[in-house]
C-alpha cells in the first residue's frame, strides 16, 4: 500500500467554528491594514517562506498524497509559486496604483480615475491535484489586491493540505488568511456567506453547486475546471519531441493535472508511427518500467483508481503498451490506447489519469470538427511544424488556451493568463492576471464646482434653448 492520503488523517474544522472564523476575517479586512502596500508586501514574504522554509515536509506530503516525484513536486508547485510570490511582491506597487482614464476633452475636467481596490474577504476552494499550486497561487494575487482570504482546500489531498492548514497560522496573519479544513459540510456552510469573490477550481460538477449557491448571495465567482484537452498531430511534426512532451505531460502527476493531454488525434495513416514513437520515449523516461518506479506518482484515491481502471476495462480501442494496474498501490501504468473511436469509454470524460487514447482521423478537418462537437477544453494542443495546420487549427476551434508544440507550460509562464472558456471554465488568473481578478475598478472623480458654468444645462427646467445649446 502507498503511503497514500488514506493514511493522513485530517482533522476537519468544525461546522459550528467556521462562523467565528469568518466574522474575524471580516474584522480584519475591515480594520485597514490591508490598504498598506508595505502590509502586504510582508505578507507575500511570508508566504514565500512558509513554501521555503518547508519544502522537504511539502515534498513529503506530495509523496504521500500523489506517490509524486520530488522534482516534480519542486518545478511543478513549490519553485513556481515562490516565483509567484517574488512577482506580486515586485509588481504589487505598480499594479495597484490608481489610473488616469485615457484623456477626453469632455470629460477632463471631472479628473477621472480607476482605484484599484480589493474586494473584501474572498473564498478559494481547490482541488487535490495541484495542492499548492491552485491554493496559494490564488492567495498571492488575493492578498496583494488587498483582500482578506479564507482557504478551504481539498479534503483528498490530506497530507498537503493539513500541512498548509498547519503553516498557515505560523507565518500568516490570522486577520488576513485562515483555513477551513473539511468536506461538502464545510464548504457548503462556507457558500452560505456573501463574499467578495469566490475563486471555486475542481470539477464541473461541484462547479454548479458552487454557482448556484453563489447566486442566492450574489457573490461574483470564478470556475477553473478541467476537461478533455485534445492534442492534433500532423505526419509534419517534430516526431520525437512531441512523443517526449505529450508522454511527459500526461505522465508528470500520473496523469492528474487539469491541463494534461487527454486525447491524441492524429492523422490514420501515421498512428502507427506515431505510437511507436510513443513507445520509444517510454522506454527511454523508464528503463526499469513505472511499477515501483520513484518516478512516476500514483491515482489519489480508491475512488479515481475505480473510476479510470473501469473507463480502461471498457474500451474497444487496442492496447499498445501499460495496461497494467494494481488497486492497493493505487498504481495505474502509463497506457496508450490506439485505434480509439469517438464512442469510446476513454473518450466520454476527462480521464484525469496516466491513459492515453489515440483517436485515428482522415485529416485535420476532421479533427476540428471533432473538437469543436465536444465542450470547448481548457488547453488545445497541436503538433505541427506547418504554420498553416497550426493556424487552422487555432482559427476553427475555441478553447482555454492554444499551444503548439508543447504542454503544460502555459500555466507557467508569466504574462499568460490561464482559464478556461464555458465548461472548461470562466475568469481567468496568474500573477497580475490574479491581481486583476480581486481586485474591483473603483470608477472615481471629482467634479469641481465651476463645471455648472459650461454643463448647467443639464438642469431642469428643460427649455427649448437648452435643447438647441
Ligand atoms: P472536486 O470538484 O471534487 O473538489 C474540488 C473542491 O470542491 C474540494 O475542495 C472539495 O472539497 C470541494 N467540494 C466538494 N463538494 C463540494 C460541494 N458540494 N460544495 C462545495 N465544495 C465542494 O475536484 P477535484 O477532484 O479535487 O479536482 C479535479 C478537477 O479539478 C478536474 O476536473 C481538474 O481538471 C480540475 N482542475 C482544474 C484546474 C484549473 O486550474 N482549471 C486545476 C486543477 C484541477
Known sequence: MPSSSATVKLEYTLVDEIDKIYASLCHGFRSGKLKSIAYRKLQLLQLAYLLQDNI???????????????????????????????????????????????????????????????????????????????????????????????????????????????????YMDPDVVRVVLGAVPQATKLLQYPWGHILYTGSARVAKIVCAAAALTLSPVSVELGGKSPVVIDSKCDLMTAARRILWGKCVNAGQTCIAPDYILVPKEFEDTFVQALKDVHDEFYPNGTKGSSDFGHIVNAGHFARIKNLLDNTQGEIVFGGETNEAQLYIAPTVVKSVQKGDSLMSEELFGPVLPIVPVDNVDEAIEYINANDHPLALYVFSQDAAFKAKVFDNTQSGSAIANDVLVQCATDGLPFGGIGPSGSGYYGRKYTFDLFTHLRASLDSPSWLDRIFKSRYPPYTTKKEEF
Open 56 to 170: 522537504q515536509r511539502f515534498k513529503d506530503a506530495f509523496a504521500a498524497d500523489l506517490g509524486r516525484p520530488s522534482l516534480e513536486t519542486a518545478f511543478l508547485e513549490l519553485d513556481s509559486t515562490i516565483s509567484d510570490c517574488k512577482i506580486a511582491y515586485d509588481g504589487v506597487e505598480k499594479w495597484a496604483k490608481t489610473e488616469k482614464a485615457p484623456f477626453r476633452i469632455n470629460f477632463t475636467a471631472f479628473n477621472p480615475v480607476i482605484r484599484k481596490e480589493p474586494k473584501g474577504v474572498v473564498l478559494i476552494i481547490s482541488p487535490f491535484n495541484y495542492p499548492v499550486w491552485t491554493a496559494i497561487g490564488p492567495m498571492i494575487g488575493a492578498i496583494a489586491a488587498g483582500n482578506s482570504v479564507l482557504l478551504k482546500p481539498s479534503e483528498l489531498s490530506s497530507a498537503v493540505s493539513g500541512l498548509i492548514a498547519e503553516l498557515v497560522p505560523k
